[in-house]
Nanobody
Framework: VQLQACGGGLVQAGDSLRLSCAAS????????LGWFRQAPGKEREFVAG????????YNEDSVKGRFTIFRDNAKSTVYLQMNSLKPEDTAVYYC??????????????????WGQGTLVTVSS
């Protein structure tokens, strides 16, 4: 599976942005997907994940009520809708995919495939 993330950019605090991650391959619907982010000088952080069945989970501490993850299996694409953006959301955002749900959706080392990342910059 190859993942191609896009949609990042420079926005102001309070703005919205939608990230997309398109996947190659014919078994997209069987994959569990996640969005992670990494800010300068910080470790990679789980943002949101969605299972093959469409169940979403979020890093409640950082994105609660502001971000929504959803998938379109017909387009082999997973999205991250980000509303009410804050300067602390500034990071490179990565999408990832895996077949197994072992360790859940928030554990980065257990993902099999990663996209190249897309930069989101939120100005105050």
């Amino acid at each position: 599976v190859q993942l191609q993330a896009c949609g990042g950019g420079l926005v102001q605090a309070g703005d919205s942005l939608r990230l997309s991650c398109a996947a190659s391959g014919r078994t997209f619907s069987a994959y569990n997907l996640g969005w992670f982010r990494q800010a300068p000088g910080k470790e990679r952080e789980f943002v949101a994940g969605i299972s093959w069945s469409g169940e979403g989970t979020y890093n409640e501490d950082s994105v609660k009520g502001r971000f929504t993850i959803f998938r379109d299996n017909a387009k082999s694409t997973v999205y991250l809708q980000m509303n009410s953006l804050k300067p602390e959301d500034t990071a490179v955002y990565y999408c990832a995919a895996k077949r197994s749900l072992t360790y859940g959706l928030g554990y980065a080392p257990k993902y099999d495939y990663w996209g190249q990342g897309t930069l989101v910059t939120v100005s105050s």
